[in-house]
DNA sequence: ACCTCATCTGGACATTGACAAGATCAAGAT
DNA sequence: ATCTTGATCTTGTCAATGTCCAGATGAGGT
């Protein structure tokens, strides 16, 4: 973190402007996002990202595909602090883990799978967001003792529990499960668990 | 639809502007989307729409209150043409008019519930987005004989059933259903049927 | 010492949203 | 018949933005 700006050249500006990227996404949102703006924040020209991303688009691709990545972890933390070994257990823990995600960075989510501006032609973008899926199938999975791919009644119960959560994720940030927005966060927990329950049966 | 620019009074501006602003949001998307751009549509000056609508926001929520209630026809529509009057068949329509929705109009959809440019502190734009869930919520109350509002596990079957095709319908949207998305249209609508039937057991 | 090339800057252009001042016109008041 | 009022629409303007282009900078290899 030590301030350097006395050199042309920034030395790691790619990830600097990933970070400020990152920042301005929070904070403006989606629709308020501007390339310059980004620029201003690292304290480039505003034309500087242009040369590492080429167009906003490929800016936040890469956005994106970081966001994938986080997305990974947050599921994978949450299975971490889980005492046992129980698929069900592990399953309801992706799914936390996919809401933890979603609250704490809504801007990202949003960005990940409800904008145009993301091109998923961009392979690594389509690999993280492939690999954050397959975690989920993998749970189903072990759950089921057959892989997703190789079973159609598996890979139903995939397609279910991508839905309910992802249904539930994305309502909750539209602000449209008032109910469930009165809640305290360890109420929504139990409220979501209950409902996730319903697809694995 | 007679054409008469003779006029400098339009007529019924207001009118136009929507139906071309729906145009231009359905081939532009809502990142493209541009007041001028729907002006010159109707063959107005550049800041005509701001009278009628006051700025982006205004035309948009205006655009998405249209939308909610398209919405709401759609899962009606469904509903007409079912034979019987099984609660359960007429849930499962409603999840299909969904459905017809959310893949007849996604640009208007994707509107509606994932953009922060649309502003829900509009009245007129709530209460369409209320009449449409409610809509949903009375399908829980007839197979469950019990108003959601007054039953805290019918309420729970309401955000499950939300949860479920919202989620569905966004993945879609989204590209993210691969599998589903290789189908044809009554084998898609079939799949839908069978996951939708698992949060209504 | 020189060269090469990735990196970054600065200027330019078209487009956009928003604002302000004025033009046009319908309808009621006098 | 003329005036007034207010809604409707136009024109001109401004700052901000995305993208392109030519050029400046300097690190690392020859």
Redesign the pocket.
Do not use: C, E, K, N
């Given at each position: 973190m030590t301030e350097e700006k006395s050199?042309?050249?920034?030395?790691?500006?790619?990830a600097a402007l990933l970070g400020a990227a990152e920042k301005v996404l929070a904070e403006t949102g989606i629709e308020g996002?501007?390339?310059?703006?980004v620029?201003?924040e690292v304290?480039?020209?505003?034309?500087?990202p242009?040369?590492?991303f080429?167009?906003?688009?490929g800016l936040l691709a890469a956005l994106a595909t970081e966001g994938f990545s986080r997305f990974l972890n947050a599921m994978q933390a949450r299975q971490r602090v889980v005492e046992t070994r129980d698929a069900r257990a592990l399953l309801t823990a992706s799914g936390l883990g996919y809401l933890d995600f979603a609250q704490g960075s809504p801007a990202l989510f949003q960005l990940m799978f409800g904008s145009e501006r993301v091109d998923f032609c961009d392979q690594a973008l389509d690999r993280a967001a492939n690999a954050a899926f397959d975690h989920l199938a993998q749970d189903i999975a072990r759950l089921r003792g057959v892989s997703p791919y190789q079973d159609d009644a598996a890979m139903a119960d995939v397609m279910a529990a991508w839905s309910m959560v992802h249904g539930f994720a994305a309502l909750l940030m539209a602000g449209r499960l008032k109910p469930v927005q009165a809640m305290d966060a360890p109420a929504r927990e139990a409220y979501f668990t209950a409902l996730f329950a319903r697809v694995a049966p």
């Open positions: 050199s042309y050249h920034h030395g790691d500006l790619r996002f501007s390339l310059r703006r620029a201003r304290g480039v020209s505003h034309s500087a242009a040369h590492h080429g167009d906003t688009q």
